[in-house]
T-cell receptor, first 114, second 111 residues
């Protein structure tokens, strides 16, 4: 069964701190690992994505770290801001970015307090 | 660019009824996927349409069916609604091997 396990379920971080969310997967055929951000009442929006041929990808304050041997990947949000307060989902798919089904984690609700 | 648009935004139906949800993909996109997101959960893949054919299907019963039109827009139909079908239904569009963009979803409540 294809699964992506995400932790923690919720996270509270002080403004300016680092938020870290972790995911683990089982299916070694997965070759695309995106992170989505979702605000209440909105659909998920792509934040950043990585493929297994690189171990790290950084875009602004967001960094994905990827460990292929451990089948784990994580999202780091540097200098966290109150506007980052949202639910974050990791996901995985095999065969391409948008061409195949995404398997999502259960989400992490991030609260950044001033 | 209007992005992915879904209609209606909210819907209330009675158990046993049928419902049709609609999705217009982002301009230039030819692939539409549907997801169900229960409260407090991650989205779950229902199915994907490409060139008016169902290309992939997740673990959902036959009560869930869909269609893609020549202009790439899509419909999701759910028959014999159950209370457990209450969820946010998300449509995502993409072009081969590019990222998927999600709409804002349709909130379906079954009473």
């Amino acid at each position: 069964q294809q699964q992506v396990k995400q932790s923690p379920q919720s996270l509270i971080v002080q403004k300016g701190g680092i938020s870290i969310i972790n995911c683990a997967y089982e299916n070694t055929a997965f070759d695309y690992f995106p992170w989505y951000q979702q605000f209440p009442g909105k659909g998920p929006a792509l934040l950043i994505a990585i493929r297994p041929d690189v171990s790290e990808k950084k875009e602004g304050r967001f960094t994905i770290s990827f460990n292929k041997s451990a089948k784990q990947f994580s999202l780091h949000i540097m200098d966290s801001q109150p506007g980052d307060s949202a639910t974050y989902f990791c996901a995985a798919s095999n065969g391409g970015a948008g061409s195949y089904q995404l398997t999502f984690g259960k989400g992490t609700k991030l609260s950044v307090i001033p | 660019d209007a992005g992915v648009t879904q209609s209606p935004t909210h819907l209330i139906k009675t158990r046993g009824q049928q419902v049709t949800l609609r999705c217009s993909p982002k301009s230039g996109h030819d692939t539409v996927s549907w997801y169900q997101q229960a409260l407090g959960q991650g989205p779950q893949f229902i199915f994907q349409y490409y060139e008016e054919e169902e290309r992939q299907r997740g673990n959902f019963p036959d009560r869930f069916s869909g269609h893609q039109f020549p202009n790439y827009s899509s419909e999701l139909n759910v028959n014999a609604l159950l209370l457990g079908d209450s969820a946010l239904y998300l449509c995502a569009s993409s072009l081969m091997n590019t990222e998927a963009f999600f709409g804002q979803g349709t909130r379906l409540t079954v009473v």
